[in-house]
């Protein structure tokens, strides 16, 4: 069955701090991969997605994720991190149910940003 | 500006009692789906619907129920059979049929039941 895993449930890192996030998913096929980030009772919104092409992508806020397909593998990547970016971070897979893609997320990651 | 309106924001209700979350969105996007969120779960699907009068069920539809009659709007019962309903529930959507996946998400709802 596919499945998205996030390993690290909680981190902390202090402000200015590089960041790094991991996601591991299990898919036969190249997905279409994606991370969301949520803010405290809000909704999820897009930071980033690969669909094909060059591996390494740019999203918003600074953040950039990289594909490595024989690691089965999209980690998300900050080169500092700023006290705004406090917030649970979500990595999902597109896969094809019937006749389109759903989302399949990951448990998700909360970050903590120390002063 | 175009996005998914979840009303109500917080919505408190007394054990064995229904409710209806609302969703409305003016993306014109087809599909739409119903997440439920508790904290350290992620997002489990409840309902999606990838065209109006059609819907399907999810992983955890058991105690919910959905209508899709308008492309627009795409309300969510929980059910007095829903056993733990306390949680956050959150309204998406996405293009349809040649989609990538990508998920456009309201605000969403936060329900208590007492």
């Known amino acids: 069955a596919q499945s998205v895993t996030q390993p690290d449930i909680h981190i902390t890192v202090s402000e200015g701090a590089s960041l790094e996030l991991r996601c591991n998913y299990s898919?036969?096929?190249?997905?279409?991969l994606f991370w969301y980030v949520q803010s405290p009772g809000q909704g999820l919104q897009l930071l980033l997605k690969y669909f094909s092409g060059d591996t390494l992508v740019q999203g918003i806020k600074g953040f950039e994720a990289e594909f490595k397909r024989s690691q089965s593998s999209f980690n998300l990547r900050k080169p500092s991190v700023h006290w705004s970016d406090a917030a649970e971070y979500f990595c999902a897979v597109a896969i094809f149910s019937g006749s389109a893609r759903q989302l399949t997320f990951g448990s998700g990651t909360q970050l903590t940003v120390l002063p | 500006d175009g996005g998914i309106t979840q009303s109500p924001k917080y919505l408190f209700r007394k054990e064995g009692q229904n409710v209806t979350l609302s969703c409305e969105q003016n993306l014109n996007h087809d599909a739409m789906y119903w997440y439920r969120q508790d904290p350290g779960q992620g997002l489990r699907l409840i309902y999606y619907s990838q065209i109006v009068n059609d819907f399907q069920k999810g992983d955890i539809a058991e105690g919910y129920s959905v209508s899709r009659e308008k492309k627009e709007s795409f309300p969510l019962t929980v059910t007095s059979a829903q056993k733990n309903p306390t949680a956050f529930y959150l309204c998406a959507s996405s293009i349809g049929q040649t989609n990538t996946g990508e998920l456009f998400f309201g605000e969403g709802s936060r329900l208590t039941v007492l």
């Open positions: 898919y036969g096929a190249t997905p279409y």
